[in-house]
């Protein structure tokens, strides 16, 4: 009796699908809501009653002339079922919503087998073998090739359909791979030049503080030798980024940082000083935005030119005499203020570097 039941409903599900997919819809405004909204609906119950008809069947054995071993009929029957199921609500969307025909994304025997209603006579194929396993009365009318080449062109064909589905699956992943791609590179380039244009329109009257990001070594080498040069026509380059490496009231010193990572200097001794006493006012600033932050996340202080003024104090400042560990060793210990509750399992990203520096200039 379940098996019947469940027969009736699928056959039910099937016939709204029919029904719906007749004729051509109207896609525009709440016409295409509601014409998706039933697709959906009688799509899923579609595939879950024939679910349930499948597995009524196969716990009854009324499918014992799929295969002579159970593993086997079992996983036939169930991937018969899967493939039965994906074709027929692909069928139903691709009758009247089809747009491959230009990029050939999805193969098009899929749109033809869609207007040809496979829809509709592809799963009655395997519904006649389905109605006719779930009585042995009823097997005993028909011959068994009747049976078997009902069930196994419905295999054959949706096993094909599905197989196209794949194929336009991994087409499209790829093309959508592609165009990220492209466009990733079209908005670097576009940010490239901007940059590059950015750095052109700067004078030597401008602030100095706006060029020393773009003269780090991790920067494009055009991008880098343009800042750079920007940066010599400024008559005392030198003495303006001590200048900024001593202001107490901003944070300009960390630019510095990005500049000195690669860049010598001719007078390190100065510049060695005014970048240790910088640590200090570093550490406690980040103490600060540890205590003050509502977004605190492991990436937080990579940003910070840490990474930065570590490479500087290693590449020109350890031979100039200033002893730059204790007030590193003070900067580590800014990471250990105390956050707000939510944030007390954040570990930052940049302690790592940190850690490396002082484990290596004991």
Avoid at 21 to 48: C, E, H, K, V, W
Avoid at 109 to 135: R, T
Avoid at 316 to 336: E, M, S, Y
Wanted: charged share 15%; proline share 3%; aromatic share 12%.
């Amino acid at each position: 009796m379940i098996g019947f039941i469940a027969f009736i409903f699928t056959t039910l599900f099937l016939l709204g699908l029919a029904l719906l997919t007749g004729t051509r819809p109207n896609l525009s405004g709440d016409n295409a809501m509601g014409y998706g909204l039933g697709l959906f609906f009688l799509g899923i119950g579609f595939a879950l009653s024939s679910l349930a008809l499948t597995l009524t069947i196969l716990a009854k054995n009324g499918f014992q002339w799929v295969a002579s071993d159970a593993s086997l009929r079992t996983a036939m029957v169930l991937l018969t079922w899967l493939c039965i199921a994906a074709t027929t609500f692909f069928c139903a969307i691709f009758k009247w919503e089809w747009s491959s025909n230009d990029d050939n994304t999805y193969p098009q025997f899929l749109h033809w087998l869609a207007l040809w209603n496979g829809q509709l006579w592809i799963p009655l194929l395997w519904l006649l073998a389905c109605f006719l396993s779930l009585s042995a009365n009823l097997q005993t009318h028909l011959s068994p090739v009747t049976l078997k080449s009902s069930f196994f062109t419905a295999m054959a064909i949706g096993i094909v359909y599905c197989g196209g589905l794949v194929v336009g699956f991994l087409r499209d992943s790829a093309r959508q791979a592609d165009m990220k791609m492209a466009s990733e590179r079209e908005q670097a380039d576009r940010w490239h030049q901007q940059t590059l244009n950015y750095i052109a329109s700067q004078k030597p009257g401008d602030p100095i503080v706006h060029l020393l990001v773009h003269t780090n070594q991790s920067q494009k080498n055009d991008v880098r030798q343009a800042a750079l040069a920007k940066v010599r026509e400024h008559a005392d380059a030198e003495s303006e980024l001590l200048e900024l490496l001593n202001l107490p009231t901003t944070y300009y010193y960390r630019e510095v940082y990005y500049y000195l990572d690669g860049n010598t200097v001719t007078r390190s001794e100065e510049f060695a000083q005014a970048l240790n006493e910088s640590i200090v006012r570093l550490a406690a600033s980040i103490s600060a935005d540890i205590t003050d932050s509502n977004n605190l996340q492991h990436w937080s202080f990579n940003s910070s030119g840490i990474s930065q003024l570590l490479r500087a104090i290693d590449e020109q400042f350890l031979n100039t005499g200033v002893d730059f560990r204790p007030n590193i060793l003070t900067l580590r210990k800014a990471f250990n203020t105390p956050p707000p509750d939510r944030f007390k399992d954040v570990q930052y990203d940049i302690v790592y570097d940190i850690n490396t520096w002082l484990n290596q200039h004991k």
